[in-house]
């Protein structure tokens, strides 16, 4: 830098007289808008220093500012719209947090209700030996507008033996005696309004005359 300016001095004083600077430039003026005063002065412009060689020139635009992060609005992370702060659970009365909703469980269906049959039963004595044995019936209707099977299911005293059973005026169906029940199906059909009696002998029945149960279609019997 040092050789660079004793060229350039060298250089400027061997041209002489004829290249002497001459006067300055005039400043140009500018005047105030807007400012209402006649007398307009003349104001310089504010024109930027000389460059010198070398010398960066100096900066003249503004600097950014930088805002603070809880100005700018919007999500810092650059999504640009503004983060909604989270929502909490309303708290439950006692202070605590709110218990989850429960389903209630669909309540169960209601049983069907028991079919009735139209056949009916009542039970009877007809004759008895000292208690240890018996002559019985069940007297059956139908109460149906149609003719209709049956079955009769009895459960004499225990330690009973079936002697014989029959259907009194009617073509005869079939019996069976199994695990201490005695069980009667029909052979034909009674008739709408129709009455039968279904009769059966027992004994050694052990004092009783009296059985311990007695069905008609699963409908139990009148009379016991």
Do not use: K
Request: glycine letters at 12%.
């Amino acid at each position: 830098m040092v050789v660079l300016l004793i060229v350039a001095l060298a250089s400027y004083r061997s041209r002489g007289p004829a290249f002497e600077a001459g006067p300055a430039d005039p400043v140009p003026t500018y005047s105030l808008p807007g400012s209402g005063v006649t007398d307009r002065a003349p104001v310089a412009a504010n024109l930027p220093e000389p460059v010198v060689p070398g010398l960066t020139p100096r900066r003249t635009d503004p600097l950014p500012v930088e805002l603070p992060v809880d100005v700018v609005g919007g999500d810092p992370s650059g999504g640009g719209g503004a983060v909604p702060p989270p929502v909490d659970d309303p708290p439950s009365p006692d202070g605590g947090a709110a218990p989850a909703p429960t389903s209630t469980p669909p309540a169960a269906p209601a049983p069907p209700a028991p079919s009735s049959s139209p056949m009916t039963g009542r039970f009877s004595v007809l004759d008895s030996w000292n208690n240890q044995a018996f002559i019985g019936e069940v007297l059956l209707r139908n109460r149906d507008r149609v003719a209709r099977p049956w079955t009769v299911r009895l459960v004499p005293p225990a330690g009973s033996r079936l002697v014989t059973s029959w259907v009194e005026g009617a073509p005869q169906g079939s019996s069976r005696m199994s695990g201490g029940v005695f069980t009667y199906t029909s052979g034909v059909n009674v008739a709408p309004g129709a009455t039968v009696p279904l009769r059966f002998h027992f004994e050694n029945t052990g004092g009783s005359i009296r059985p311990s149960r007695c069905t008609v279609d699963g409908v139990a019997c009148s009379g016991l």
